[in-house]
T-cell receptor, first 115, second 115 residues
Framework: GQQLNQSPQSMFIQEGEDVSMNCTSS?????WLWYKQEPGEGPVLLIA?????ELTSNGRLTAQFGITRKDSFLNISASIPSDVGIYFC???????????????FGKGTHLIIQP | DARVTQTPRHKVTEMGQEVTMRCQPI?????VFWYRQTMMQGLELLAY????????DSGMPKDRFSAEMPDATLATLKIQPSEPRDSAVYFC?????????????FGDGTRLSIL
């Protein structure tokens, strides 16, 4: 129930194309996060979503929190070479020690852009 | 921009040796998390500190792993004795004031190889 199913696993696209990836779960969540990881670096937070139906943009990136609270998608418009990386969805869950949330991550979408 | 700093960036050692990984959270952040990333399992939460106190280490193998936070500017993750299956990238993340829905910011990781 806590597993996140992220798809597609990888994408090979041409520069300039739009990209869409999504994340689903059998459980409902209160928060969806989208991170990007580049080689040799840690995940970097792109967008955080806190309300069902919420649509948030960050430059060419747009993410939405599904109405059912069980899914989220991330779109990238007009892709450029620096968009290459692994994109992870993540959800927050209350930690047993209390006081904060941990993160559960999807397996990631590898984005490869051909010039 | 403030960043989480991790050292060393790379570590190669023989099995049985002690390994210590260090993390300097973002100044003012009082929640610190340790994650492990492998190809098979993806990103997994190992341990969590709030105000320097370990509150959740249920994801961490207790027999050989230990996590401490000697002061507000240093968190450590130790493996003793190390085993080849411990090879992974270990990430530290810190979050703002303790509480829910606080996004985490990741360091660039320690890439650990146990021979």
């Amino acid at each position: 129930g806590q597993q996140l199913n992220q798809s597609p696993q990888s994408m090979f696209i041409q520069e300039g194309e739009d990209v869409s990836m999504n994340c689903t779960s059998s459980s409902i969540f209160n928060t969806w996060l989208w991170y990007k990881q580049e080689p040799g670096e840690g995940p970097v937070l792109l967008i955080a979503l806190y309300k069902a139906g919420e649509l948030t943009s960050n430059g060419r990136l747009t993410a939405q929190f599904g109405i059912t609270r069980k899914d989220s998608f991330l779109n990238i418009s007009a892709s450029i070479p620096s968009d290459v990386g692994i994109y992870f969805c993540a959800r927050m869950f209350p930690l047993s020690g209390g006081g904060a949330d941990g993160l559960t991550f999807g397996k990631g979408t590898h984005l490869i852009i051909q010039p | 921009d403030a960043r989480v700093t991790q050292t060393p960036r790379h570590k190669v050692t023989e099995m049985g040796q002690e390994v210590t990984m260090r993390c300097q959270p973002i100044l003012g952040h009082n929640t610190v998390f340790w994650y492990r990333q492998t190809m098979m399992q993806g990103l997994e939460l190992l341990a969590y500190f709030r105000n320097r106190a370990p509150l959740d280490d249920s994801g961490m193998p207790k027999d050989r792993f230990s996590a401490e936070m000697p002061d507000a500017t240093l968190a450590t993750l130790k493996i003793q004795p190390s085993e080849p299956r411990d090879s992974a990238v270990y990430f530290c993340a810190s979050g703002g004031r303790a509480g829910f829905n606080q996004p985490q910011h990741f360091g660039d990781g320690t890439r650990l190889s146990i021979l």
